[in-house]
């Protein structure tokens, strides 16, 4: 887990804590070579439509503004074998066929998710939200869904709105957007 003291921040921005440190978890793995690395919204990374971890987020308010956040990463790094109850898990080593040093990796995510909050300390947003954006999984392409009320839909994901909810064009050709658990990929 990683705690970051926040200066002003607004909670209605929350989800760019999240755009940060998942952007900073991505970009920390590039550098392995990992096949179709993604960020499946909100909050886990991808690769070959296989889940290598993911993260979660808790923020400390203080009125309308975070004082600060822990991100707590959960990362399957040199992992042979997974449970049956898991089929779309898959771990770096898995990947790549190489033993990983876990502390060195640790050091290198941290290090590039300080960078990503350095961006929203230095107020660029828009950047940040472009970067997470064009990392998203599934984006742009065609697949099922299934909503709340167990309705399931062809839809395409086409972003993600600056409150965080998930864009996704349904068959009619109609925005809609998603909170959380509200919709679910099939």
């Known amino acids: 887990s990683i705690l970051v003291q926040l200066n002003s921040f607004m909670a209605r921005d929350q989800f760019l804590l999240n755009c940060a440190a998942s952007l900073g978890i991505y970009n920390a793995l590039t550098k ?22 993911g993260l979660l987020i808790e923020n400390t ?18 992992q042979l074998s997974f449970s049956k109850d898991l089929p779309l898990a898959v771990s770096m080593k ?27 300390f ?11 954006d064009q990392r998203l999984f599934r984006k742009n ?16 994901i086409k972003g993600v709105s600056q409150q965080g909810l998930l864009i996704v064009e349904n068959e009619e050709e109609t925005l809609k957007t998603y909170n959380f658990k509200e919709i679910t990929y099939l």
Not at 95 to 120: A, M, T
Not at 124 to 131: G, S, T
Not at 141 to 156: R, S, T, V, Y
Request: zero cysteines.
């Open 32 to 53: 392995y070579n990992l096949p179709k690395l993604s960020i499946k919204w909100p909050n886990d990374i991808m690769s070959v439509s296989k889940k290598l971890g």
């Open 61 to 78: 308010l203080m009125q309308d503004e975070i004082n600060h956040t822990i991100i707590g990463i959960g990362l399957n790094v040199n």
């Open 94 to 120: 898995q990947l790549i066929n190489n033993h990983l040093d876990r502390d060195v990796l640790l050091n290198e995510i941290v290090e590039s998710i300080q960078l990503q909050f350095d961006l929203i």
């Open 122 to 132: 230095q107020k660029k947003h828009k950047e940040l939200w472009e970067a997470y």
């Open 141 to 156: 392409a065609a697949h099922m869904f299934e909503d709340q009320q167990g309705e399931k839909f062809m839809g395409i």
